[in-house]
């Protein structure tokens, strides 16, 4: 089974699945007000057992909210290397 963001974002409105979100999210905001970008395996460094696809969830949604904006990496980068940083709406008060 391959990563799904419509069956993954489900799990995301649970209430464990805010819990990582909103870890997920802190994490994105502290590195990126630090260096100014976000890989994805950093981005879920403060969560314990988590889920890959989980975290991989998280960031789709916060890209689809406006939080975060995909840096188009190498081609065929696995997930764990994508790089994020502030998208139009981090700013305007979505991100926290």
Same mark, same amino acid.
């Given at each position: 089974? @391959? &990563? @799904? &963001?419509?069956?993954?974002? =489900?799990?995301?409105?649970?209430?464990? /699945?805010? %819990? #990582?979100? $909103?870890?997920? =999210?802190? #994490?994105?905001? =502290?590195? $990126? !007000?630090? @260096?100014?970008?976000?890989? @994805?395996?950093? %981005? /879920?460094?403060?969560?314990? +057992? &988590? *889920?890959?696809? !989980?975290?991989?969830?998280?960031? *789709?949604?916060?890209?689809?909210?406006? !939080?975060?904006? &995909?840096?188009?990496?190498? !081609?065929?980068? %696995?997930?764990? *290397?994508?790089?994020? $940083?502030? /998208?139009?709406?981090? =700013?305007? +008060?979505? +991100?926290?």
């Amino acid at each position: 089974m @391959s &990563y @799904s &963001y419509q069956v993954e974002r =489900r799990r995301l409105f649970t209430e464990d /699945g805010q %819990a #990582t979100f $909103i870890t997920v =999210r802190d #994490t994105c905001r =502290r590195l $990126i !007000e630090k @260096s100014g970008a976000c890989q @994805s395996m950093n %981005a /879920g460094r403060d969560l314990k +057992g &988590y *889920d890959a696809w !989980e975290l991989l969830a998280c960031l *789709d949604l916060m890209v689809e909210r406006g !939080e975060l904006r &995909y840096v188009q990496g190498p !081609e065929n980068a %696995a997930g764990q *290397d994508w790089t994020y $940083i502030a /998208g139009p709406e981090w =700013r305007n +008060g979505v +991100g926290g």
